[in-house]
């Protein structure tokens, strides 16, 4: 593995302020562990308010006739109470004109808590496409903000309990291009107008309230900053700062991040040389079976492009090369009778399926890339991207000529609603969906340039799912952000170490972490 070494001017540096031309060498960390505050346009101009929409004020969590709040309960050292709204599906055009759906969201306090004045902190999960989390015990993130916040963990709309868009309820839309059209309303732009829906009718008074995104959460953050800071108190960001240009910015992601996903193929190979030759054999047998692949148990099949896409999740997250290197060290069945042809597992192909969450979470293949589009269509970007990276990612080609087969990284692939079982009957609305040009805003440049919005992110240097350049090329126009810069976490570091991130970005909110 390559060494890296910090210029001298990054170590020197605790506050840096850049200019929009921001321009980093991606290659000069130290491996072990780089922790640096950044603070971006820390002079603060007056700023413009963009109103999402205007609603009624609340002043209690009391039941309404569009918000039903449930009776406490608990699990260990937490008590935890459910809240049911019942929003318009089209914000733009009001409730009374729109359908509607349910958003829910589970309030958490820490035991004895429930009836104290405790600020409210939101919690956007990340996704797109995924419910929150459904705490069983005091830990983590949730543990640390329970000391000091009435935590609200929400179900995005469309997952969850919230008007769950499912395999199974999908299918009473009954065209491609109904489905297509319901679908275009389950974006960022839509969660943020769920949220301040909410914290109106939740919030005492409708005051403010502190927001966490993680991941496509944060990406939310950042929308939910342009069009309605008024609602925000602070922001925490982990994982999640998006790019904001018009047009559709799937290209650049993608393009962008092809040389990280390459750099974590190389770091699980160094890792487990072994793996190496066990993956070309599947990549050969599998190429060579039948059809160019082999049935899977959920009915899906699997070709050499399918098996790369163990990368979203192995390559990305800690744990992740762990994972992916037992599942490969089952890949075969044993020969128990002299003379059995070789196959691979049922354990293996059994894994596979349940290495994804395309059938309980279909809304992250169908809404992956339109969550980058403003005013323009993505036209299949990862495919697009990939063809231009064809000589280094195609399976077939690398286990011929005996090169390590490379894994690829977050992206949905139109062949994938052809192999994907669960995803084969949203192949023409997502078709509909990539082609779609019309795709309103999702961030407001100016008003981002004019935050006044207290801002902390952290941003994890090796992230294989959101690009550390392109993260600061946005973070740049945030006026205020303070960045945390790390790479002793992954991107899935609010989870793996939960309390420790949210301490310290609330530190550098609340001045325990100085500027200098």
């Excluded at 192999?419 to 779609?436: D, Q, T, V, Y």
């Excluded at 392109?470 to 570091?493: D, K």
Aim: aromatic content about 12%.
């Amino acid at each position: 593995m390559p060494a890296l070494h910090a210029p001298p001017a990054l170590i020197r540096s605790l506050l840096y302020v850049p200019s929009p031309s921001l321009s980093l060498s991606l290659r000069t960390l130290p491996l072990f562990r780089v922790t640096k505050l950044r603070c971006f346009n820390c002079s603060q101009s007056s700023v413009r308010t963009v109103t999402a929409m205007s609603l009624p004020n609340a002043t209690s969590a009391d039941s309404s006739p569009d918000h039903v709040a449930g009776k406490w309960f608990s699990v260990p050292e937490l008590r935890l109470r459910d809240h049911r709204f019942t929003v318009p599906l089209d914000h733009s055009v009001g409730l009374k004109a729109s359908s509607k759906i349910s958003i829910f969201a589970r309030e958490v306090v820490s035991v004895g808590k429930e009836e104290q004045p405790l600020p409210y902190l939101l919690y956007l999960q990340g996704g797109p496409g995924f419910e929150a989390p459904r705490p069983t015990e005091p830990s983590g993130w949730i543990r640390k903000a329970c000391e000091e916040f009435r935590v609200i963990l929400m179900d995005q709309r469309g997952t969850g309990l919230s008007t769950p868009l499912t395999a199974s309820s999908m299918s009473q839309l009954k065209s491609e291009v109904d489905l297509a059209d319901y679908l275009k309303h389950f974006r960022a732009d839509n969660i943020v107008n769920d949220a301040e829906f909410i914290r109106v009718r939740l919030v005492p008074d409708a005051g403010p309230w502190t927001i966490l995104g993680q991941s496509f959460g944060g990406f939310c953050a950042v929308t939910y900053l342009s069009f309605a800071p008024q609602g925000l108190k602070q922001v925490l960001l982990t994982g999640g700062i998006p790019p904001i240009g018009n047009g559709c910015t799937a290209d650049a992601v993608y393009k962008a991040c092809f040389e990280q996903i390459r750099h974590q193929n190389e770091k699980y190979y160094q890792r487990y040389p072994q793996d190496i030759e066990v993956v070309r054999e599947v990549v050969n047998y599998l190429s060579k079976s039948e059809g160019g692949g082999v049935q899977l148990p959920s009915g899906g099949f699997l070709t050499p492009k399918g098996l790369q896409i163990l990368g979203l999740t192995g390559l990305g997250s800690s744990a992740g090369f762990e994972r992916l290197h037992y599942m490969f060290e089952r890949a075969w069945d044993p020969i128990i009778v002299p003379g059995a042809s070789k196959e691979i597992s049922y354990y293996f192909l059994d894994a596979f399926d349940k290495w994804s969450s395309f059938d309980t979470n279909p809304l992250y293949a169908l809404l992956h890339e339109p969550i980058y589009c403003q005013g323009g269509s993505s036209r299949w970007a990862a495919q697009r991207i990939r063809a231009e990276n064809e000589g280094k990612f195609d399976a077939v080609r690398a286990a011929k000529e005996g090169r390590p087969v490379f894994f690829t990284g977050e992206m949905i692939f139109p062949w994938m609603f052809d192999e994907i079982h669960a995803l084969r009957k949203f192949k023409g609305a997502a078709h509909i969906l990539a082609e779609k040009k019309d795709w309103p805003p999702l961030y407001d440049i100016t008003a981002l340039n004019n935050n006044k919005v207290p801002v902390a992110a952290a941003v994890y240097y090796e992230d294989m799912f959101v690009n550390f350049k392109l993260v600061m090329e946005t973070a740049s126009q945030i006026a205020g952000i303070r960045l945390w810069i790390t790479n002793e976490f992954m991107h899935s570091g609010l989870r793996d170490a939960g309390s420790q991130v949210f301490d310290h970005l609330m530190g550098m909110l609340d001045g325990k972490k100085p500027l200098f």
